[in-house]
Nanobody, 125 residues
Framework: VQLQASGGGLVQAGGSLRLSCAAS????????MGWFRQAPGKERDFVAA????????TYKDSVKGRFTISRDNARSTVYLQMNSLRPEDTAVYLC???????????????????WGQGTQVTVSS
């Protein structure tokens, strides 16, 4: 599975961005997807995850109510809608994929098999 993230940019605090992650190479609905972020000098951190058919989603506590993960299996794309952005959301955002056998979501980096290259999100105060 190859993953290509896009949609990052510079936005003011309180603004919105929508990230996309396009997948190729396998049947997309067979993969659970996740978004992670990594700020300079910090560890990679879980943001949101969605099961293969989209029936289950999980979020990091600090983004609940502000971020929404969704997927379009016909387009082999997963999205992260980010609203009410804060300066502390600044990071490189990466998408990841893992084979979905059970309809669950995964929050640990080691659970994922495939990773995209990341897209930079910068939120100014």
């Amino acid at each position: 599975v190859q993953l290509q993230a896009s949609g990052g940019g510079l936005v003011q605090a309180g603004g919105s961005l929508r990230l996309s992650c396009a997948a190729s190479g396998r049947t997309f609905s067979g993969y659970a997807m996740g978004w992670f972020r990594q700020a300079p000098g910090k560890e990679r951190d879980f943001v949101a995850a969605i099961s293969g058919y989209g029936g289950t989603t999980t979020y990091k506590d600090s983004v609940k109510g502000r971020f929404t993960i969704s997927r379009d299996n016909a387009r082999s794309t997963v999205y992260l809608q980010m609203n009410s952005l804060r300066p502390e959301d600044t990071a490189v955002y990466l998408c990841a994929a893992v084979r979905d056998y059970d309809g669950l979501t995964y929050t640990r980096t080691y659970a994922y098999t495939y990773w995209g290259q990341g897209t930079q999100v910068t939120v100014s105060s």
